[in-house]
């Protein structure tokens, strides 16, 4: 189940292909919200955002199962583990925020020409917190190798520590 | 420059941050295309999958451009650099199938559907993109691509 959730059998972890669809509609929505508050795109634009956070959150549901699948095997002593901590506690924050921003929502989306002030500051907050988590999770990658080498088909992790470049164990080290 | 476009100040390459943008716009746009033809017809969702094509559209120039600056510190002759160049040339088919549904979209912006012509080439653009996302993540997770560049310094890099 780990090592599925990994993205093992996809021969590519999949946690970081999942959150690209999150973190590209919150963004946009924080646009969309910026938009219909100045009174530009109306009613179109305010439904546009407010499915573009729905699909946010189903999605994010599935990156939530993979990153913790990801956590598991990053060691308690390795540095990977404390950034992977704090990434894991803003996407919570960032992932609250806005359940409850689609909460506010849902009641005036359908008619509504423009974001209300608390869903917009809920957007702007949840999205800066959202770029300092996804920076976490891009150096874990590229900064602590998380992921790289793990399931690849040929092993170059002796060659690429050679040239300093981090990697992953494949699964089963852990213990 | 090139430094800068590869990201190394920040620690974490540009290109693998940007193309969140476009991928997750691409989806986005034709989820909504899902929904008008299949479920309720609605002005609304045809422009808002215009507006996010057109995120997608734009994101994803910007995003190519940075990716070549990753591209040309591949060395010749790698697998990595025959992954690269069909990751990009993939991309630049995705990017044509996407303007042209864009572009088929202005004339019929303020129906309430999206027509067969540009909903099938948002179809084709994201299995393009499937493909080619799949190996850029071959280019990352495989051969190491951008991991731990910013910590190189010149006469050691590959």
């Known amino acids: 189940m780990k090592a599925f959730l990994q993205g093992r059998w996809f021969g590519h972890p999949l946690h970081p292909m999942i959150v690209h669809v999150p973190v590209a509609l919150w963004t946009a929505a924080l646009v969309f919200d910026l938009l219909t508050f100045n009174g530009i795109g109306g009613n179109a634009l305010v439904q546009t955002a407010f499915y573009a956070i729905v699909i946010g959150l189903i999605v994010a549901v599935l990156a939530i199962l993979t990153g913790l699948a990801e956590y598991w095997d990053i060691l308690p002593d390795q540095p990977a583990h404390r950034i992977g901590a704090y990434h894991m506690g803003l996407n919570v924050v960032v992932f609250a925020l806005w359940s409850v921003s689609v909460a506010l929502r849902v009641d005036t989306f359908r008619e509504a020409q423009t974001v209300g002030v608390v869903p917009l500051a809920i957007s702007i907050l949840a999205s800066i917190l959202l770029m300092i988590s996804g920076y976490l999770g891009g150096r874990m990658i590229f900064d602590r190798g998380i992921g790289v080498q793990r399931h690849a088909k040929e092993d170059g992790r002796e060659r690429m520590a050679q040239r300093g470049v981090p990697t992953q164990a494949p699964e089963g080290e852990r213990a | ?158």
């Open chain 2, 1 to 158: 420059m090139k430094e800068l476009l590869q990201g190394r100040p920040f620690g974490h390459p540009l290109h693998p941050f940007l193309i969140h943008f476009p991928i997750g716009l691409f989806v986005m746009s034709l989820l909504l295309d899902l929904m008008v033809r299949f479920g309720t017809p609605s002005n609304a969702l045809v422009q808002g999958a215009y507006y996010t094509l057109l995120g997608g559209v734009v994101t994803g120039i910007i995003a190519a451009l940075v990716g070549l600056a990753d591209f040309v510190d591949i060395p010749s002759g790698t697998t990595a650099k025959q992954i690269a160049t069909g990751h990009m040339a993939l991309n630049v088919l995705m990017l044509i199938a996407f303007g042209a549904s864009l572009y088929l979209r202005t004339e019929t912006l303020g129906g309430t559907t999206v027509p067969n012509l540009p909903f099938m080439l948002s179809l084709a653009g994201i299995a393009l993109m499937g493909i080619s996302g799949y190996l850029g993540g071959m280019l990352v997770y495989h051969h190491a691509i951008g991991v731990g560049r910013h910590r190189e310094n010149e006469e050691a890099r590959p």
